[in-house]
T-cell receptor
Framework: DGGITQSPKYLFRKEGQNVTLSCEQN?????MYWYRQDPGQGLRLIYY???????QKGDIAEGYSVSREKKESFPLTVTSAQKNPTAFYLC??????????????FGPGTRLTVT | RKEVEQDPGPFNVPEGATVAFNCTYS??????FFWYRQDCRKEPKLLMS???SGNEDGRFTAQLNRASQYISLLIRDSKLSDSATYLC???????????FGTGTRLQVFP
């Protein structure tokens, strides 16, 4: 089955620790994205990548880092510098990059709780 | 002003009813438009793209009004399973980003 997987589904960490969220896709999509969603708010873009070994900051990149060493994988690290890391993190991918239509498909998400 | 605005609802409708949601966007150069559906504590799923001429998919009809900068979603013959949050999504021209609205919550009751 083709799709996007994120692991783990739930993640608990102590404040001050870095944590890496996994995102893998086997859809052969070029573009991948990371969003966070907070209660009552829309999705906010953290980072995105249109091609391997290249990525761009989104609207709320501070306190996060990413890598794109393989087409299939786009891990997100939430660092201790992120002031409010508790959120629902969603990874998405898209067939198109640099063109008009961007139907993005989402993984099931990771709920991160930092205490 | 938010880039994409939606009435948060909730819209409470009985089964079989017709319900419509509107969404306004601020960037007149926006080029791509979508409706996503999100169930509670789940990921958003693409419901339908919105084309300039309007488009229909079963009980769902999407319309785009460029002059007034809004898109709409009409759901006919509502089912209990339609209960979800509907996200309006816009892609500004010549960007590689999607802008998500905060969603409109629909609750269909028996």
């Amino acid at each position: 089955d083709g799709g996007i997987t994120q692991s783990p589904k739930y993640l608990f960490r102590k404040e001050g620790q870095n944590v890496t969220l996994s995102c893998e896709q086997n859809l052969n999509h070029d573009a991948m994205y990371w969003y966070r969603q907070d209660p009552g708010q829309g999705l906010r873009l953290i980072y995105y990548s249109q091609i391997v070994n290249d990525f761009q900051k989104g609207d709320i990149a501070e306190g996060y880092s990413v890598s794109r060493e393989k087409k299939e994988s786009f891990p997100l690290t939430v660092t201790s510098a992120q002031k409010n890391p508790t959120a629902f993190y969603l990874c998405a991918s898209s067939t198109a990059s640099g063109r008009a239509f961007y139907e993005q498909y989402f993984g099931p998400g990771t709920r991160l709780t930092v205490t | 002003r938010k880039e994409v605005e939606q009435d948060p609802g909730p819209f409470n409708v009985p089964e079989g009813a017709t319900v419509a949601f509107n969404c306004t966007y601020s960037n007149s150069a926006s080029q791509s438009f979508f409706w996503y559906r999100q169930d509670c504590r789940k990921e958003p799923k693409l419901l339908m793209s919105v084309y300039s001429s309007g488009n229909e998919d079963g009980r769902f009809t999407a319309q785009l009004n460029r002059a007034s900068q809004y898109i709409s979603l009409l759901i006919r013959d509502s089912k209990l399973s339609d209960s979800a949050t509907y996200l309006c999504v816009v892609s500004p021209y010549n960007t590689d980003k999607l802008i998500f609205g905060t969603g409109t919550r629909l609750q269909v009751f028996p």
